[in-house]
């Protein structure tokens, strides 16, 4: 099979090198890919965000099967264009893609069908934003409706920070359309829980769990990123929990989504708060993770080509997806000054990796034969092992085998999940 692999980030070679190990993986192509992703698929340097040059490309092409990861492309229709060729894609269509596209769609999908959510209140325009701040007090979430980076949520400690980012949001236009409305809502307080499951629209097969530390720093310290590091599984996630999950949030999640004439297909990403009320859904992400998927896929013992095929085809049910029962850690290296302004073009020094060791890349470009850094996040050490500690460690001692010049890293992946485990968190 020829596949199509849409992005350019560190999740995009973890589902790449996840897709090569099917025999029928012939050729893939990544569309933008990056130097990283080259060495294990063709990069073709075409934005995601391009859906006619995509279109254009899979048809001139042959690709049998695409897959799109990011969210952006998803929420333009990628999915809905490729399907009108003929092109058999694993991804939510637009409609559906909407559950992370519109914060205000998700939170009243979630109030009209009684999934438990944080209690909140939509606006579009600022001054009742701001009064609506003010009668309910501090600590208060503010959220951006649209897309943004992952970036567009601020959990405020004071009256003052909420009504500051409503009107850098509302008012500034920090995120552009983005933030033209806003949800004001109750500040949730618990273990977070991340929770990506394959749903062919009828059936939803959880995978492991994981934990995301978002902070730039130590003990969660510094602006908010996109991710600097994860663990799998969860250990605050118990059977229970998964149990209440299950009936209380993911298989109502898909039934609304039905019943709403959107049917969704491909990886929903439960984003969960685990509070003394039970568990509360956070966010939902259309697709993969990231840096979730590099903890997550790396687990999983069966096809992935084979589990997005029977998702694209309905058959989900009838498919075995496993996972192992091991540990897995990633340490995200990013350049010094991330997320906020760093130098680039550093050449990166890769080990060799050994059994239960992988180097995810994300922001890397070729030039001059070498691998030099492009981006804030560098890339993703990841190690497997049978226990947590062995894997937090092991991902360590990989990330201290790579080099490149400006690289730093949080030292504490993992720490929260080893004192849970301990039974002091």
């Keep these: 099979m020829t596949i199509l692999v849409i992005g350019g980030g560190g999740r995009e070679h973890a589902i790449i090198q996840k897709l090569r190990e099917d025999p029928r993986a012939e050729t893939i192509y990544a569309l933008p890919g990056n130097g990283g992703i080259a060495a294990d698929a063709v ?3 075409i934005s995601a965000m391009d859906i006619p040059a995509i ?3 899979a048809r001139s092409h042959a690709i049998d099967f695409s897959v799109v990861a990011p969210d952006d492309p998803l929420a333009l229709g990628a999915v809905d264009a490729l399907e009108a060729e003929g092109i058999p894609c694993f ?3 637009q409609n559906a893609a909407q559950i992370e596209s519109s914060k205000v769609f998700a939170k009243n999908l979630m109030k009209k069908y009684g999934i438990p959510t944080a209690r909140y209140e939509t606006f579009s325009e600022l001054d009742s934003a701001l009064a609506y701040v003010e009668q309910q007090g501090a600590p208060i979430v503010v959220k951006a409706d649209g897309l943004a980076l992952g970036k567009g949520v601020t959990v405020a400690a004071t009256v003052e920070e909420a009504k500051a980012a409503l009107r850098d949001m509302m008012e500034g236009g920090k995120f552009g359309q983005a933030g033209a409305r806003a949800v004001v809502e109750e500040c949730l307080t618990g273990p977070e829980v991340s929770v990506l499951a394959f749903t062919d ?4 097969v959880p995978m492991v769990s994981s934990m995301d530390h978002k902070r730039a720093h130590d003990g969660d ?4 990123t996109g991710g600097m590091g994860t663990i799998a599984p969860n250990p605050f996630y118990t059977p229970e929990i998964a149990e209440r999950c299950m009936e209380e949030i993911f298989l109502p999640t898909i039934r609304a989504m039905k019943a709403e004439g959107r049917p969704f297909q491909g990886c929903l990403y439960f984003g969960l708060m685990l509070t003394p009320d039970g568990p509360k859904v956070i ?3 259309c697709r993969f993770g990231d840096p979730e998927t590099q903890v997550v896929l790396p687990l999983l013992e069966s096809s992935l080509l084979e589990v997005m095929l029977a998702v694209r085809e309905g058959r989900l049910a009838r498919t075995e997806v496993k996972f192992s029962r091991k540990s897995a850690c ?3 290296l990013a350049s010094d000054g991330y997320p906020l302004h760093y130098a680039k073009g550093f050449p990166i020094a890769l080990p060799e990796t050994g ?4 180097i995810y890349i994300a922001g890397a470009a070729q030039k001059d034969g070498r691998l030099v850094t492009s981006g804030g996040r560098v890339l993703g050490a990841v190690a497997v092992a049978d226990t947590l500690p062995a894997a937090i460690e092991k991902a360590y001692a990989l990330a201290d085998r790579i080099h490149f010049d400006n690289a730093f890293c949080r030292r504490d992946i993992g720490a929260r999940a080893l004192k849970a485990m301990e039974g002091h968190a």
Aim: proline residues 11%.
């Design 43 to 45: 990069c073709e340097p």
């Design 55 to 57: 279109v254009a490309f």
């Design 91 to 93: 991804g939510p269509r």
């Design 201 to 204: 629209g009828e059936t939803v």
């Design 221 to 224: 310290a510094g602006p908010n």
């Design 283 to 285: 966010e939902y992400n």
């Design 330 to 332: 990633c340490v995200v």
């Design 355 to 358: 059994a239960g060791e992988h």
